[in-house]
């Protein structure tokens, strides 16, 4: 039987694994430039030997959250292993948990407006783990939580796809009226 309630410590757990950017193996550097606020996929990174100062590292499957400013919901699940940016937590899902459904819950608007009323700093407001793992979440069983997490994640992708698509007519548009208001091709 689950308790009546869970926090989010209770289903993801914060790995604090540094390494050296120039000794790693991984060619996979994410910044929060790199995470694009709202979505769930990671659409570019840096490399490593880009920087100097330790980082923290993490696998394929993890959470990273953007701890700096968490108004702007930056928070993707890690397609691979690499190393990161310190203003981003590193989740590691727990006891079979979706990564996407920790993802999910990260990314909704009560824990937006929890994370957010959890800064410190004026200039630079940033949250901590400290205060984020106090966050209650809806006691869901380890298959509900793998089945929420499913169905989350195949949602992304088709939003993905149809944001891309649209996208990609957009510059289309773009295209075809510059020919056919100017007759010079656009680079």
Known sequence: ?????????????LMQETCDPQV???????????????????ARHGSPQEVT????????GDVLYGKLRPYLDKAVVA????????????LRPK??????????????????????????GLNHPRTSWTALQNFPVFPHSIPERQK????V?????????QEDMIAKTRELNRSTLNILLTGQKSL
């Open 1 to 13: 039987m689950l308790s009546t309630m869970q926090y989010l410590r209770d289903i993801c757990e």
């Open 24 to 42: 790693s193996k991984s060619n996979v550097y994410v910044e929060l430039e790199h995470i694009d606020p709202g979505r769930f996929h990671l």
């Open 53 to 60: 100062s330790a980082k923290n590292c993490f696998r394929a």
């Open 79 to 90: 397609e691979t292993d690499g190393i990161c940016s310190t203003d981003i937590l590193v």
């Open 95 to 120: 006891d079979g948990t979706h990564p996407f459904y920790v993802a999910g819950v990260i990314h909704s608007h009560r824990f937006i407006d929890y994370s957010s009323q959890t800064t410190h």
């Open 148 to 151: 929420i997490g499913e169905v």
């Open 153 to 161: 994640h195949k949602m992304q992708q088709a939003l993905e796809v």
